[in-house]
């Protein structure tokens, strides 16, 4: 089941899946909307009938300096990343319980050095890291594992669109702006989709099972803290 704002987009990875061979269902929906988190376990359920694991993964919150950001803009970041998340785990967790499900959310390691500039995505990414703990201290008991991602910076659509219009501003190819942006986070290279796809994918399998609460840290080593 994929969830997403774009229908355009959520069509295209759903056809990549189907051409692989597997079944797939798409909801083209706005977490921050009300009712849209029980649509979603509704529609899954009727389709295959149990969810096994939740991958919440939405959210792009704008990087505007903490005394330049309008209560609006704060506001929809908690809406669609932090508030999406909890309650759509909500809606979903009897069935997870049912199935002894998995949980992952996706944070940031800003979480962990939160800056003026990013003063949001900081504090809501270090809000997701708490609330997948106290989630996951309830899923002892429910028998359903939950842990977050803090992943760094990665190559997504998004970043190379960035990457696209700042180079130009700054006399910059956008394969010199590619290259400096690690070098000034202190890393070799940014990161891919994949890879944190992958680690994904670990968290919710049999492997990682005895895992619940941790915060996993996936950033090319930019956090130097212990």
Known sequence: MLVARNAEKLDEVANDIRNAGREVLTV???????????????????????????????GAVPQVDLFDMTDAQWDAGFALKLHGARKLTIAAWPALKA?????????????????APYAAVGTINAAIVALAKAFADRGIADGVQVNSVLPGPVMTGRRRSYLEHWAPLHDMTVEEATAQFPKEAGI???????????LMAFLVSPGARWMTGSAVRMDGGEVKAI
Do not use: C, M
């Open 28 to 58: 083209a929906v706005d977490l921050a909307d009300p009712g849209a988190h029980a649509r979603v376990v509704e529609e899954t359920l009727a389709r295959f009938g149990r969810i096994d694991a939740l991958l919440n993964i939405a």
């Open 99 to 115: 199935a002894n499900g998995s949980v992952v959310l996706i944070s940031g390691n800003s979480a962990q050095f939160p800056k």
């Open 188 to 198: 070799a290279r940014y990161g891919e989709p994949e890879e944190i796809a992958d």
